[in-house]
């Protein structure tokens, strides 16, 4: 176990790296990847919800109402700021209606578990931060699926239905079961869960695989536009929740967890729902994609920024 858990650490330290070789191969060589099937990313996407799920307990729903100020602040910006950055960028940078559809996508997703990972390398407010994905996925059946309509009803036809069984399916049922086990069985799972890093990212790594590899061309062909918007959408994300927390004069900390975690998306589950809720629309995977590989580099670079951060506030 102890050899298992110095695995993890290092792939939990170099996530951004990993993620980025693994990115980099399924783009440049595609064959090397295509044995990963698109297929499986929704049970890929389970399984990092599960392990979710096993590191919750009853004392992080809790903070819901503890500190319910915090954790509506984190749900209200999540599902406000990034849609409306979205659709603000695909429309200033004109993308077709596929690729419209799959920033907005990603815009209206919850933020993912990598947001926890990057708050706790930051120094950020984790309990927070965990407060904020939990309840934020567990609102992400009903506002993903109406906020994607509202915005794009007179783009695309967007199926709110299967958008909310498919979230129902990869998220709260695993989430769900994950929490179960945990109460249960909490001694075991506290043991299990020092491994979950590798488990995730290696199942991160996966998806990233698949979706790039079986969309190479068609990511290559999009040009420096979609990167541009997926990394605009990103970093104004990071930069709005930073601003918000100074206007708000919150606690580094608790900046540090709303920057987070308005800039980091659920972009597996967005990349998941891109394939079932438009399946006419090939590319609208592409965007999600990039996201994946994207947000945890940029995740990893804004940890050591505010590190810094940290250490000067310190010396003070």
């Known amino acids: 176990m102890k050899t298992l858990e110095k695995i993890s650490e290092i792939f939990g330290k170099y996530m951004a790296l990993i993620v980025l070789a ?15 099937k698109t297929g499986w990313v929704n049970y890929l996407l389970m399984i990092v919800m599960f392990g979710m799920g096993l590191t919750l307990r009853l004392e992080d729903f809790k903070l819901v109402f503890t500190r319910p100020k915090d954790i509506l602040l984190g749900c209200a910006t999540q599902f406000l700021i990034m849609p409306l950055l979205a659709f603000g960028l695909g ?6 209606p596929a690729l419209m559809a799959g920033v907005v996508l990603v815009g209206c997703c919850p933020g993912g578990t990598s947001s926890n990972v990057i708050t706790y390398l930051s120094k950020g407010d984790v309990a927070l931060s965990v407060g904020m ?10 506002l993903t699926p109406a906020i994607t309509y509202l915005l794009l009803k007179t783009t695309v036809n967007v199926d709110m239905m299967s958008m909310f069984l498919s979230i129902v399916k990869v998220v709260v049922v695993p989430i769900g079961l994950g929490f179960i086990i945990n109460k249960l069985f909490g001694e075991f799972t506290q043991k299990l869960v020092k491994v979950l890093p590798t488990v995730s990212v290696i199942a991160i790594c996966l998806i990233v695989a698949a979706v790039v590899s ?19 959408h990103n970093l104004l994300g990071y930069a709005s929740g930073f601003a918000l927390g100074k206007v708000l004069h919150l606690s580094i900390p608790k900046t540090k967890a709303l920057s987070i975690e308005i800039g980091m998306q659920n972009s597996g589950l967005a990349t998941s729902l891109a394939g079932t ?40």
Not at 133 to 142: K, R
Not at 214 to 232: D, P, Q, R, S
Request: glycine letters at 4%; charged letters at 10%.
């Open 22 to 36: 693994v990115a980099a191969l399924a783009l440049f060589v595609p064959t090397t990847c295509l044995w990963i």
């Open 214 to 232: 079986h969309n190479a061309e068609k990511i290559m062909t999009t040009g420096l536009i979609v990167f541009a918007v997926v990394i605009l």
């Open 277 to 316: 809720s438009f399946p006419d629309l090939a590319m609208a995977t592409v965007p999600g994609a990039i996201f994946s590989v994207w947000h945890n580099i940029s995740g990893a670079i804004l940890a050591n920024i505010y590190n810094r951060w940290t250490q000067e506030e310190a010396k003070q």
């Open 91 to 96: 429309k200033a940078f004109n993308l077709d």
């Open 133 to 142: 994905t939990s309840v934020n996925t567990l609102l992400a059946p009903l």
